[in-house]
C-alpha cells in the first residue's frame, strides 16, 4: 500500500513547480519532512550489539506534525500532561464552528482570525458563565483547533474541554446545574444564547484584526454553531481524542488506498451516513487539500484559558485541594518495544553518537560492503520516533 511519502514523493516536484514562491515554507518544510522521514536525510545513530559487535544503522524521524508516522508518543505524553490538571468534576465538551461563509477568509488570515477564533471561544463562554443566573464566577478551559473533516476540506472550529463549574469572586467552588429534565445531566449555559455572544464577539474580533478585509454578508437570523455536551465518561477519554488532534495529521497511511501518475485514491467515513467510502484526487489538489491543515508558523493549535491557564496553577491546585482530589500521577511508560539483534538475537545495544545526514551515507555504504564481504545481506535499516 502506498504510504504519504509516497505520494509526496510523486506529485510533490511538480506541486512545488506550480506553486513556486506562493508555496508556504511550512508547507515546503512539511513535503521535505515527510519525504525525508526516517532516512539517512534526517540523520541517525548506530547500534552495536553487545554480545556479537554487529552494528545496525538506524534513522531519525522528522517530527513534524504533519508527518503521518510520527507524532503517537507525543500525543500520549500530552495527554499525560493535562491529566495532571483535571478537575474531580463533571466535564463539558464544547465546539465552535466558523459558518461556511467566513471559511476562506479565516484561511487566508490564518494567523490572525484562528488567534481570533480561539478568543471569540473562550470569551463568549466565559461571559455567559459569569452570570449570576448561570454560574457566576470564572471558568477555566483547554481548547484544540481542528481544521479538516474526513475528506479533507477546510472546516476550522475549536474544541473546549470545561470544567463544570466556576470559582466564584469570593474563593468557593460553584458547581454546574443539573438539567430538570429525566435525565438529569450536567448543565452549563443554553447553546443558543452562547451562539448568539460567539457571533457577535468573533465579528467584533475579526474586523478588529483585519480591518482592511471584505467581510461576506450573513443573514442576521442565521445561527451560528455552537455544540455543547457533557462529558458522560471520564474526561481523560476527551483528552485522548483531542490529543489526536495535536501531533497527528489529517489523514494516516492507511487511508491511501492508491497513488499513481495522475491521481492519489483515499479512504475516508462520510459523516452524513456513516460509512466508508473512497476518493480520487488529482495529485495537486490532494496535496492542496492536505497542505493547507499544515498550520502556519507561529500558530498553536492548543490553547489554555482562565482557572487551566499557566499562570493560574497555583490556583487550579489550591482547587484541586479543595475538592479533595490529588493530581493524577503520571502513568508508567510501557517498555520500549527493542528489536533482536538479526545475528545474535540478543536485545542489549549500545548507542553511538548522533550522526549528520552526510556520515549516515557513509555509514550505511560501510555497513553493506560489510555485510556483502561476510557473504551476508545488509542489516536492517530501523528507524526510530
Known amino acids: 500500500m502506498p504510504t504519504l511519502a509516497d505520494v509526496v514523493r510523486q506529485h510533490g516536484p511538480a506541486y512545488r ?5 506562493a508555496l508556504l515554507p511550512s508547507h515546503a518544510r512539511a513535503m521535505r519532512d515527510i519525504v525525508g522521514c526516517r532516512s539517512p536525510a534526517m540523520g541517525g545513530h548506530v547500534l552495536q550489539c553487545t554480545s556479537c559487535d554487529a552494528r545496525h544503522l538506524v534513522f531519525h524521524s522528522c517530527r513534524n506534525r504533519a508527518c503521518a508516522r510520527c507524532g ?77 473533516t474526513r475528506a479533507l476540506q477546510w472546516h476550522p472550529h475549536v474544541h473546549l474541554l470545561v470544567p463544570g463549574g466556576a470559582l466564584s469572586p469570593r474563593g468557593t467552588w460553584l458547581p454546574a446545574r443539573r438539567r430538570r429534565s429525566k435525565s438529569r445531566e450536567p448543565y452549563l449555559v443554553p447553546a443558543t444564547a452562547l451562539s448568539v455572544k460567539f457571533w457577535g464577539r468573533f465579528l467584533a474580533l475579526a474586523r478588529r484584526a483585519v480591518p482592511n478585509a471584505t ?61 466508508s467510502k473512497t476518493m480520487k484526487l488529482p495529485g495537486a489538489e490532494f496535496l492542496r487539500r492536505f497542505l493547507q491543515h499544515v498550520p502556519v508558523r507561529g500558530l498553536h493549535r492548543v490553547r489554555a484559558f482562565g482557572l487551566l491557564h499557566s499562570s493560574r496553577r497555583v490556583t487550579l491546585q489550591r482547587l484541586q485541594l479543595l475538592l479533595r482530589h490529588a493530581p493524577a500521577e503520571p502513568q508508567e511508560r510501557q517498555a520500549e518495544v527493542v528489536e533482536p539483534c538479526s545475528r545474535c538475537g540478543s536485545t542489549t545495544w549500545l548507542r553511538g553518537p548522533r550522526l549528520s545526514p552526510a556520515e549516515c551515507a557513509a555509514v550505511l555504504v560501510e555497513l553493506v560492503a560489510a555485510a556483502a564481504g561476510l557473504g551476508a545481506r545488509a542489516p536492517p535499516e530501523e528507524a526510530i520516533s
Open 17 to 21: 513547480e506550480r506553486f513556486g514562491a
Open 72 to 148: 503517537t508518543e507525543r500525543a500520549r505524553d500530552w495527554v499525560e500532561r493535562q491529566r495532571a490538571s483535571l478537575l474531580p468534576v463533571p466535564y463539558f465538551h464544547v465546539v465552535f464552528t466558523v459558518p461556511a461563509e467566513l471559511r476562506e477568509l479565516v484561511r487566508a488570515h490564518q494567523k490572525k482570525l484562528i488567534r481570533v477564533l480561539f478568543r471569540a471561544a473562550f470569551e463568549s463562554l466565559a461571559s455567559l458563565c459569569a452570570d449570576p443566573r448561570h454560574l457566576g464566577g470564572n471558568i477555566g478551559a483547554l481548547a484544540v483547533l481542528h481544521t479538516w
Open 215 to 275: 467581510f461576506p454578508d450573513m443573514p442576521k437570523e442565521q445561527r451560528w454553531v455552537v455544540n455543547i455536551q457533557p462529558v458522560l465518561q471520564r474526561p481523560e477519554h476527551v483528552l485522548e481524542y483531542l490529543g489526536r488532534y495535536i501531533h497527528r495529521t489529517a489523514l494516516s497511511d492507511r487511508a491511501i488506498v492508491a497513488c499513481d501518475e495522475q491521481h492519489v485514491t483515499f479512504r475516508y467515513r462520510d459523516s452524513r451516513d456513516g460509512r
